[in-house]
């Protein structure tokens, strides 16, 4: 059977990235001033850092329909038989529904893997996906490992303030009446249990104390060299470089992904975010 991989600018792939490793790509939409940007085609982390220091208040919307119209005819087009989706969490964008429309349309069977988040783990899932593609693994078989593994996933995050997370609409109820209290330091969670929304974890006093906090709860879950780590932050190198350095001293061994966190999640986090992930590795992998 011939399956095809479709993720989108959520993972922080960018389109040639996608391309050179033979996955099919949609851009989420940025847009600041009224100006609309294709991430990860004309439109780069490091310039939506600027925009937010500049005071800029992006929003984000899912990629355009004319897009993902053309690119699942592509597909179509191309004779695949298949396609397995891996978009940004329906908790936090409508992309996953509207991908399953376009699809229906076309008559092309697709397969969407539930991330529960975004980043790397979404990333993760990509890419081990289109490996499994390649191996000839059947379809059923990637399925069952894809999911599994983004079943034991966890995302936790400590943003600088509320604000951006709250004018976007990200955050459940509970999350949002947090932003109005002073001297809190939220921790934020994506997961299963959160269902792909951002929820609270749990609040505390300092940064130091947060970022201990996110370290313990992923002590907790007991893992081991079959997982693989992550830190981001979107625009605070110091900082990320300090709890990076943290992780590894409490997970040595581990294979531990740093990056920036991706344009279109920065334009709701704001610049200073902090982020942790882990995810069960995928089997055969």
Same mark, same amino acid.
């Given at each position: 059977?011939?399956?095809?991989?479709?993720?989108?600018?959520?993972?922080?792939?960018?389109?040639?990235?996608?391309?050179?490793?033979?996955?099919?790509?949609?851009?989420?939409?940025?847009?600041?001033?009224?100006?609309?940007?294709?991430?990860?085609?004309?439109?780069?982390?490091?310039?939506?850092?600027?925009?937010?220091?500049?005071?800029?208040?992006?929003?984000?919307?899912?990629?355009?329909?004319?897009?993902?119209?053309?690119?699942?005819?592509?597909?179509?087009?191309?004779?695949?038989?298949?396609?397995?989706?891996?978009?940004?969490?329906?908790?936090?964008?409508?992309?996953?529904?509207?991908?399953?429309?376009?699809?229906?349309?076309?008559?092309?069977?697709?397969?969407?893997?539930?991330?529960?988040?975004?980043?790397?783990?979404?990333?993760?899932?990509?890419?081990?996906?289109?490996?499994?593609?390649?191996?000839?693994?059947?379809?059923?078989?990637?399925?069952?490992?894809?999911?599994?593994?983004?079943?034991?996933?966890?995302?936790?995050?400590?943003?600088?303030?509320?604000?951006?997370?709250?004018?976007?609409?990200?955050?459940?109820?509970?999350?949002?009446?947090?932003?109005?209290?002073?001297?809190?330091?939220?921790?934020?969670?994506?997961?299963?249990?959160?269902?792909?929304?951002?929820?609270?974890?749990?609040?505390?006093?300092?940064?130091?104390?947060?970022?201990? $906090?996110? @370290?313990?709860?992923?002590?907790?879950?007991? #893992? =081991?060299?079959? &997982?693989? +780590?992550?830190?981001?932050?979107?625009? *605070?190198?110091?900082?990320?470089?300090?709890? $990076?350095? @943290?992780?590894?001293?409490?997970?040595?061994? #581990? =294979?531990?992904? &740093?990056? +920036?966190?991706?344009?279109?999640?920065? *334009?709701?986090?704001?610049?200073?975010?902090?982020?942790?992930?882990?995810?069960?590795?995928?089997?055969? #992998?």
């Amino acid at each position: 059977m011939k399956i095809a991989v479709i993720t989108d600018s959520g993972s922080g792939l960018t389109k040639q990235q996608a391309n050179e490793l033979g996955i099919y790509y949609l851009p989420l939409q940025i847009i600041v001033n009224d100006k609309m940007y294709l991430d990860g085609e004309n439109i780069t982390v490091e310039e939506i850092y600027e925009f937010l220091r500049n005071g800029e208040m992006p929003t984000t919307s899912m990629p355009p329909m004319g897009i993902m119209e053309e690119v699942f005819h592509e597909i179509k087009k191309q004779g695949y038989e298949a396609a397995i989706a891996i978009p940004l969490t329906s908790g936090l964008s409508s992309t996953c529904s509207v991908m399953q429309a376009c699809a229906k349309r076309c008559e092309l069977p697709l397969e969407v893997i539930e991330t529960y988040t975004t980043c790397n783990i979404q990333r993760y899932l990509a890419l081990s996906a289109i490996q499994l593609v390649k191996q000839g693994i059947e379809l059923d078989e990637i399925l069952t490992r894809l999911k599994d593994s983004a079943a034991n996933s966890n995302t936790l995050i400590m943003p600088d303030d509320l604000q951006h997370l709250k004018r976007g609409g990200r955050l459940t109820p509970l999350a949002a009446a947090l932003g109005g209290l002073l001297k809190i330091k939220p921790i934020l969670q994506l997961n299963e249990t959160s269902q792909g929304k951002v929820d609270v974890f749990d609040k505390v006093r300092t940064a130091s104390k947060a970022q201990q $906090k996110m @370290l313990d709860t992923f002590k907790s879950a007991n #893992l =081991d060299e079959t &997982y693989t +780590l992550t830190v981001l932050h979107s625009g *605070a190198p110091e900082a990320g470089e300090k709890l $990076k350095e @943290l992780m590894q001293e409490s997970f040595l061994g #581990l =294979d531990i992904y &740093y990056g +920036l966190i991706g344009a279109v999640i920065s *334009a709701h986090t704001g610049l200073g975010c902090l982020g942790i992930q882990y995810i069960k590795k995928v089997k055969g #992998l």
